[in-house]
């Protein structure tokens, strides 16, 4: 090919890289993670502070939170489906920070005058604004959500074209942002409030979204012009058009005409309903209108071809072993302190990042669907020393003591502590947290074994972890239709809060260390059953060509369902 036009310098290339479409959703992504990382450190410290250092609020919170988007994620996915790409981000964009600012006012208001709103109306006005700030926290939460979906579900796909290998890349990139900005968000933000206050904290929180808000509706724009494709939302019948012109081959190999496979999932009556009927226009048909968008959007994610990829990383959720409060209370239990905690955190972010990284590099050389199975793989042999930890010495894992002995102790109010030396009675004793407990309380240098092996595992377990989360985020967003991409994808986050609940009340109901070894095994085998299901997707996707690892020009993985064909 001869190609007459010049060839660009070292400078032009740059150029148009930092202009490019996918560099301005780069960061735009990156300015959103990152005023969320620090708003969600940050709300459960304030919200700890407010309470007298109850983990209270904080419970109610995460509750809300989890419960509204498990509820209303099909209806948020229906929402972005029905509107313009260009009007669901900036909505809910101007929604989620707008929220967040007045969040972070209405804490600086309650802060500097707490102790004149406990005496008003016997305390009445400050519980009022807790109210207000978990209710508008939790809007700001669902906005949150609907722009995760908009921006990484849909606009990076149609910005990505037909590529699926840049698509991965992109999906990468987007990942490694999420690592970083979940590390250096929350420092930066724990230091201000650390050498500052928490007033101050709320206000640079307001500050930083106040103008987050604008370079992001900026950055926004900006893409939406470089990308004409964004501008066409396909209908329900450009895609039966389009999905019986590129499939009939395959439709008649699985027995079936092109009518019969390309029928819309989601076949309601939004869809096929007249719209001059009456009933619709009726009180009773509008008010159950958001039951049955929410109805639909289950039955559409069941019948997609996609169903198990997407329960097995919802299985994921149902885990203990993940760097959150739950293991880090219990790294406490086990004598270690918050300066090896923090590089095991760090050692778990650079642990995700090689896992995105991996995840590149095994699609291209393996593919998609087989790149799952692998990082499932990684991920289980990974978390066996997990198990082992659990017998390992210094374990304070015993059967013996009932799992639910805390939780009956709090319910008849009497304080039986267990006899274990691994609890924190050695922290907490002389009513005073700050009193350390004596030196012949301590552990054993031996007892540090079980530790080590469990958070090794953790660590080592990200990899797989994060690659397999990668594989399936692209086989939805590859095999989902166009004008099902959001509800698809609302109903997946709500499976995911779902099994995440399912394992904090999994911790509530045994929340001894003792138990701790016992949720390990629990989370092990949750994990297991998820990749289970992943290999059932991929070995009817691919049958016995699932073991074996062609050449990329060898290679035509097409998932056999309603949606396009995938080439990976």
């Known amino acids: 090919m001869d190609n007459s036009g010049p060839k660009k310098t070292c400078c032009e290339s740059i150029r148009d890289f930092f202009t490019s479409a996918k560099f ?32 209270l609020l904080t419970a109610v919170y995460g509750l809300v939170v989890a419960g509204s988007v498990l509820l209303l994620g099909a209806i948020i996915g229906d929402w972005v489906d029905r509107n313009p790409r260009l009007k669901v981000a900036q909505t809910s964009l101007l929604v989620q920070n707008s929220c967040v ?16 709103l406990v005496e008003l109306y016997n305390g009445w006005i400050l519980t009022t604004c807790y109210i207000l700030v978990i209710t508008i926290a939790n809007i700001a939460n669902l906005a949150s959500t609907a722009m995760s979906i908009t921006i990484q579900r849909d606009w990076v796909v149609v910005v990505a074209g037909q590529d699926s290998s840049k698509l991965a890349d992109m999906n990468a990139t987007v990942r490694i942002i999420d690592q970083l900005t979940n590390i250096l968000a ?79 999932l989601m076949n309601d009556t939004r869809v096929v309903a007249n719209p001059d009927d009456p009933k619709r226009h009726g009180c009773c048909h509008q008010v159950s209108e958001p039951l049955r968008t929410f109805k639909a959007g289950w039955v559409a994610y069941y019948n997609q071809n996609i169903f198990f990829a997407g329960m097995s990383l919802a299985f994921l959720y149902m885990t203990v072993l993940g760097f959150d409060c739950i293991t880090t209370g219990y790294a406490y239990t086990q004598g270690l302190n918050g300066s090896v905690l923090s590089l ?54 015993d059967l013996s003591v009932s799992p639910f002995q805390d ?63 990668l594989t399936v985020t692209q086989l939805i967003q590859e095999n989902v239709i166009e004008s099902e991409r959001g509800v698809i994808n609302g109903v997946q986050n709500s499976m995911n809060y779902l099994l995440d609940l399912l394992h904090f009340i999994m ?24 990749h289970i299901m992943y290999f ?33």
């Open 536 to 568: 059932r997707f991929a070995f009817k996707s691919l049958g016995s060509r699932l073991f074996l690892c062609c050449s990329p020009e060898q290679k035509v993985e097409t998932v056999d369902s309603p949606s396009l064909p995938t080439t990976v």
């Open 507 to 530: 911790v509530i109901l045994a929340p001894n260390p003792e138990a701790f070894g016992l949720l390990v095994i629990i989370s092990v085998s949750f994990v297991a059953m998820g």
């Open 186 to 264: 929350p420092m930066l933000v724990g230091q201000i409030m650390a050498f500052g206050s928490h007033f101050i904290g709320c206000g640079f929180i307001s500050g930083w979204n106040l103008c987050s808000m604008c370079l992001e509706y900026a950055l926004l724009w900006k893409v939406y012009q470089k990308t004409p494709a964004l501008a066409v939302k396909a209908g329900q019948k450009d895609q039966q058009q389009e999905l019986k012109d590129l499939s009939p081959v395959r439709d008649m190999e699985n027995g079936q005409s092109p009518e019969e496979s390309s029928q819309p």
């Open 24 to 55: 301005l959703i780069y960061m735009g992504h990156a300015l959103s993670t990152w005023g969320d990382r620090m708003w969600n450190f940050a709300v459960a410290v304030f919200l700890v502070e407010l309470y007298g250092n109850s983990l």
């Open 407 to 469: 939780l009956y102790t709090h319910l008849i109010g009497e304080k039986v502590l267990p006899e274990a030396d691994h609890s924190l009675t050695g922290v907490l004793s002389s009513g005073n947290a700050t009193t350390p407990a004596p030196a012949e309380e301590l552990p054993p240098l031996q007892s540090y074994m079980s530790v080590s092996l469990l958070f090794a595992g953790v660590i080592a377990a990200r990899v797989g972890l994060w690659s397999f989360d």
């Open 344 to 397: 095991l955190m760090g050692a778990s972010a650079v642990s995700g990042i090689c896992g995105t990284v991996a995840f590149t590099w095994v699609r291209k050389k393996c593919g998609l669907i087989r790149t799952g199975f692998i990082s499932g793989v990684a991920q289980l042999s990974c978390l066996m020393l997990c198990v082992v930890s659990v017998f390992a010495p210094g374990s304070p894992f």
């Open 101 to 116: 600012i007045v969040c972070g006012i209405l804490l600086m208001v309650v802060f500097q005058f707490k102790e004149q």
